[in-house]
Structure formats: C-alpha cells, structure tokens
Nanobody
C-alpha cells in the first residue's frame, strides 16, 4: 500500500502562482512514476504532468511552459509549480503514484485549485 498526502491548493487570481506538494509513504519502490492529474466538474480526469524516478518528465500540452514538475527522491515527494495560472486550470488536482512492477496506480485525496478571472 502507498499513501499520498497532498497540500498547496487554494484560490489564486489569474496570472498568479501556486505550488502543490505530495508526499508518498508506505511500500515505495525506488523505480516508480509520480504525477499530477486534474479533474474539472463534469470532465474526465486528465494528466497534467508526471515524472519518473530517473527524472524524465511529461507534460500536457495545455501546461507546457507554465507548470514544472519536480521530485525529491529522498523525501518521496513530488511538486508541481504552477505559474501564469488561468481560469481553465481550475480543477481538483490529484497526486498519483504508479507502481511499475504491478501496474497499479495509487491516488491522493485531491486538492482544489481555483483560479479567478
């Protein structure tokens, strides 16, 4: 089992910045992928960005150049720095941990990000 605890969501004006954090605990393997997804009301949950344990990153086109994902493997923590936020970034953001050995994805409880225009 893996537990994920997220923090850092909130309300911000358009053009502002927020940083999300997610700390993983439990059965953590050295090789894994962690990431962030988001889900707006009435929409499906979509990938925002993910990062492999070796550092390779992947971003949704809609956030490239504005969001940066990073991780601290010593703390099993992943971060999402969000700059130049837009109202369309408003969603519940979920942290994910992907176990590459069994293909299972664990999810955090979600944190609300609201961007006002």
């Amino acid at each position: 089992q893996v537990q994920l605890v997220e923090s850092g969501g909130g309300l911000v004006q358009a053009g502002g910045s927020l940083q999300l954090s997610c700390a993983a605990s439990g059965s953590i393997f050295s090789i894994n992928a962690m990431g962030w997804y988001r889900q707006a009301p009435g929409k499906q949950r979509d990938l925002v960005a993910d990062i492999r344990s070796g550092g390779r990153t992947n971003y949704a086109d809609s956030v490239k150049g504005r969001f940066t994902i990073s991780r601290d493997n010593t703390k099993n923590t992943v971060y999402l720095q969000m700059n130049s936020l837009k109202p369309e970034d408003t969603a519940v953001y979920y942290c994910s941990y992907y176990n590459v050995y069994n293909g299972y994805t664990y999810w955090g409880q979600g944190t609300q990000v609201t961007v006002s225009s």
